[in-house]
């Protein structure tokens, strides 16, 4: 058996005075899928970070394959066979697929010979289900496909303890499954261990043997998955598990905020630009666009924030033509959440109070304001902490030390407030776990409510079918399908995504 | 037909010129070019080259060999280019301010080394004559190709190479990308910045000794116009690519020919005004080349200008 198997003894990780990791102990044993599970924050991206090297744990120890290892840094890890798919993407933007693959090998010849690399490349990808593209620059791929070549460069790399920190939050049910069942498969075939970190419940029971659960950094539970029920789990992750809130649809529709029309742009990839024809969205309306990740939504959303400018057609909010400048914004009362909030939507290095301010740190109550007040705004930023729940060490903290949740969370609670129009999201829930799902589905719907357009692009069909009371299909940078959410089902909306209808 | 060419004259000495000229830009831009695309920016190569045209043409005289001029002033430029290299991996160091400071300081120390060596005359670096199958003198002129620009023109062909299929080239780019990156797979962001802005700086060097070993081919205070500072412009214009700095050079070169050449011609009046030609340039393809959205797609992702 290759697979080796890992333990981690007392580990403990200390950020100033928060511990992320309070004396957490965890055995996987080899060739199987272990789960780990836990809230935003919780401190499970902490924990695979301690074991690949990447922080130093505070105390504690790690056993690979029963003998005691130390670990100073990834290149240790990768040595002793252990591998890991972040989450936040590690691919090197400018560099394409084949580049990224080759050079990550440690044993990377000094003189590359393309040819030769590419087809012992493609000859390695012959058994695996994916194919990422090999010869696009990494910055210009979907996160869906980033996702699939970081996870074919491990393969790649020979890993054979894997560790993957939400792998499928950026891929549609059906290519989760696919990636998930042929990992499984190979787990099976002894080839390697996995630890999985994922917020999904139907995974943790369709592929993983085990599970742990983390709870505010504390080791809250472990078992096999047969022995454990969905309802026993949620309590180790939340302690007392809240009930759903149920979403009430009320009110009417009322006049269009956003229109588009003719639209055309030039695409990421492909010939083929982005063409969209006729989207509207009216006020108190959610118009869901689903699609596979990769068919025009990223160029989609950049077109609506004006960062891709338009080769032809319009963009209009509530009948006048929409620059996306910050004065139209504010006018019209537009606010976004795109995906890779950290990257598309946050300063890293300021503070989350400063990036809670973004909106309104010049505006004061009697219009502009050209000192900042700062006082208000760590109050300002205290009280949306506590009302969205971001789990932060203080307001003071730079946005990018949060765990990935809480810095979707932030943006949210950044572009929620106030009065707000029209708001245009894209996947709003990647990577939350499923109480913070609940109660930002939640404010979307109350949103809608209160009269906001909505345009929600999500690559979870379930997200779509749960909010959007209109629902348009993006596939091939084309609106292939428009419906009213009721008047279609979900077979119908997935062979239209996948392009067959 | 020997000696008059009427208007022909000004594209003939504009060829020649676009040669003779751009060597110096080719060097500095291939420098600046590599530095950058490790991440780093090093706005000192005005003062490495101005030290480096110094210490060339100074050791060229004292041992009475050209080569050995040209192999002085790219060790100096490799020393200057490795201290930049080396004081901007402290935290908080600023490579932009860093690079101004060892600019001045550059030209500072040459011009106080160099005082000895404005007489004297040092040997110059050989050409070749490229032109002896025309009898017109023009023409000949033109066509006297210096070494280093032949050595120019194959390292920018071979630096593209090295950067697509050599794994050092591969470990530069990503450096340039993403130290966080860089790290992950177990590489020294530092070491490979290091070495890059010591290799840059000894190009930058090699241009100043063509400057006072060949042309215009003595040591004086004036003797640099800014090219270690037009190189900057001129990466960015040429989008990071180093076959692309190659015609960015001829071209900055021929324009900076435009005006000696329209002197030939006896075109008088105001054709000092042609001498600004590639500052001019400058300005005019950065305006153009940068339109919104895809302008920077190609930029190293670590370099401190763009990010
Ligand atoms: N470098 C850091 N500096 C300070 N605090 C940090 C740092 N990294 C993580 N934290 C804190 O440690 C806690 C655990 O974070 P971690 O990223 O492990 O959560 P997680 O369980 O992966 O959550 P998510 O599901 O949102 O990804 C969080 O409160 C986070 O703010
Ligand atoms: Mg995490």
Redesign the interface.
Known sequence: MQAIGLETVGMTMRFGALAALDKVSVRIAPGTIHALLGENGAGKSTLVKCIMG?YHATEGGLLVDGKEARIA???DA?RLGLGMV?QHF??????TGA?NL???R?D?????D?PAERTAIDRFLADLPFKPPLDRPV?RLSAGEKQKLEIVKQLYLGSRFLILDEPTSVLTPAEADEVLSHIRALCQSGRITVLLITHKFREVRRFADDVTVLRRGRHAGTGSVADLSDDRMAQMMMGDAPARPVLDRTGTHGAPVLELSGARAPSLSGPNGIAIDELCVRAGEIVGVAGISGNGQTELMEMLTR???LTAGRIAIKGRPFGATRAEAQALNVRYLPEEPLRNASAPHMSVAENLALRVFDTGPGGPILWLNRKAMIRDAQARIAAYDIKTASPHSPIATLSGGNVQRTVLARELDGDVDLLIVANPCFGLDFNAVAAIRGRLMAARNRGVAILLISEDLDEIFELADRIAVMSCGRLAFVAQAGATDVAEIGAYMAGRA | MSGDLGLWAVPVAMLGGAIRVSTPFLFVSLGECLTERSGRINLGLEGTLTFGAMAGYALAFESGSAWVGVGAAAAAGAGFGAFHGWICRFKGVNDIAMGIALMLLGIGLAFFFGKPYIQPVAPDLPSIPFGFWSDVPQVQAALQVNVLFLVGVALAFGMAWMLR????G??I??VG??T???????IAPDRVQLWATAAGGALAGVAGAYLSLYYPGSWNEGLSSGQGLMAVALVIFARWNPVLCLFAALLFGAAGALGPALQTVGFTSGYYLFFAAPYVLTLALLIFTST??NAL??A??ELSITK
């Open positions: 990447f840094d990834p290149v990768q972040y590690t691919l090197v933007p400018s560099l580049e080759v050079i990550s440690a990377a010849p000094p003189v590359i393309w910055s960062q891709r400018p | 299929n050599t794994a050092l591969l470990r780019r990503v990308d993403s966080e990156a860089a790290r992950a797979i177990g919104p959205g797609d190609s190293p992702g």
